[in-house]
């Protein structure tokens, strides 16, 4: 059990990946805070990397050692139950641990619909460390010759299907739209590279896989596709922590804040990254937006402890990137909002690029480790309007409901 001390400020950190240990590393830096972060694994993963780890060709961790400031505490352990009214966590291994606040920013994971049949049993999810681990030990009985098909056209599923293809596989894409979050420049850019890497793409509104077997998937034209493995990229889901614990949350399971990213039911916690619904609007889950509100959520607890006012969310989105192999990619230019522009730069030059924002990523936050203060972030996306435009759809479905009674 930590002690309080007036002295001494004890934040903790529930969730090390990128917004967590930003958060941490920004915390670490202010004068009489001490900080704890929570985490079930030793190493830092890379989750932007976990397809390159399925085929064996990057490891997608990092040492915690070289990333987190000297001020922060690493606890390898789980987080079970806050206990808001006590400002106490309650960890997998029994012990608790007391704080004066917490930054709660657990990240997302995925799993596969119940209501696929055989989906459960038989699909791999590729969204955390484990699962890429499971695929990647799969891979390892799956001949090189035979099939695997990928289902979903998202950037996980783009970069899952080009990673193996160039690695010899015999590669499948079954989705309703490729790069449905791209621009039409930049769907085409993937498309070719795909295209070129060998990969079969079964696409278009009508396509729903409608079951898993261990040797094949069903679509509900009733098709039958043979594959020896099959890796689902669709659906998102957040732990259940936050809602198990009273929390609110919205629907997903996300904790919903205010802009501060302050939650909604106690001012000592506070949101960030993919577990965060700030006015039950979240942002895109990416590491692009976990990591400014890392530091945004870090800014608020510091704000609190000063008993200056907390600033809200501001953070702009630049761009997608997404890899179709080691040889190619695509970096679709965005709106503050993140609404695909028509620019986009494809090819080798793609690939170099997504290259460098992922080296980028891991050297910014061991920066900030080193150096508090120093991560900057786009802001200015138009937050305001999104907020607006949200509660008029609101606004307009009420009053629908309403005459329909």
């Excluded at 670490?28 to 805070?33: C, D, F, N, P, S």
């Amino acid at each position: 059990m930590t002690e309080r001390t007036a002295q001494n400020t004890h934040v903790v950190v529930i969730g090390g990946g990128y917004a967590g240990v930003l958060a941490a590393n920004r915390l670490q830096g202010a004068t009489g805070v001490a900080v704890t972060l929570i985490n079930p694994r030793p190493a830092f993963v890379e989750r932007i990397r976990l397809h390159q780890l399925a085929v064996g060709n990057h490891e997608a961790t990092a040492a915690y050692e070289t990333m987190l400031g000297a001020g922060v505490r690493l606890l390898v352990d789980g987080a079970e139950y806050i206990d808001a009214d006590i400002r106490q966590v309650q960890l997998t291994s029994g012990d608790v641990l007391d704080y004066d606040y917490l930054v709660y920013a657990v990240g997302s994971t995925s799993g596969v619909p119940a209501s696929v049949p055989g989906a459960a049993e038989f699909a791999y999810p590729l969204s955390e460390f484990e699962q890429a681990q499971r695929l990647r030990s799969r891979l390892q009985d799956v001949p090189m010759s035979a099939p695997v098909v990928v289902v979903g056209g998202g950037l996980t599923g783009i970069e899952a299907a080009g990673e193996l293809a160039e690695a010899g596989r015999n590669v499948t894409l079954v989705t309703d739209v490729v790069g449905a979050s791209l621009g039409v420049g930049g769907r085409r850019s993937v498309v070719k590279a795909l295209t070129k890497l060998g990969v079969s793409i079964i696409d278009g509104p009508e396509i729903l896989v409608t079951g898993v077997e261990p040797d094949a998937i069903t679509l509900a034209d009733g098709n039958r596709l043979p594959s020896a493995a099959t890796v689902w990229t669709t659906g998102f889901g957040v732990p259940g922590l936050a809602a198990a614990s009273g929390l609110r949350t919205d629907e997903l399971g996300r904790l919903l804040t205010d802009e501060t990213l302050t939650s909604v039911d106690d001012s000592h916690i506070v949101a960030a990254g993919d577990a965060a619904a700030p006015s039950g609007i979240p942002l895109r889950m990416s590491c692009q937006a976990a990591g400014p509100m890392g530091v945004q959520a870090a800014n608020t607890v510091l704000a609190r402890i000063a008993g200056t006012p907390a600033q809200p969310l501001n953070q702009a989105f630049a761009g997608q990137c997404v890899s179709g192999g080691r040889n190619a990619g695509t970096v679709q230019l965005c709106h503050s909002d993140d609404s695909p522009r028509r620019v986009f730069i494809g090819g080798r030059t793609g690939a170099y690029f997504k290259e460098q924002v992922c080296r980028a990523t891991i050297t910014f936050l061991a920066k900030e480790g080193r150096k508090p203060g120093s991560y900057f972030w786009f802001k200015g996306g138009n937050r305001e309007r999104q907020l607006a435009e949200a509660r008029r759809e609101s606004y307009v479905g009420a009053d629908a409901r309403s005459t329909n009674n």
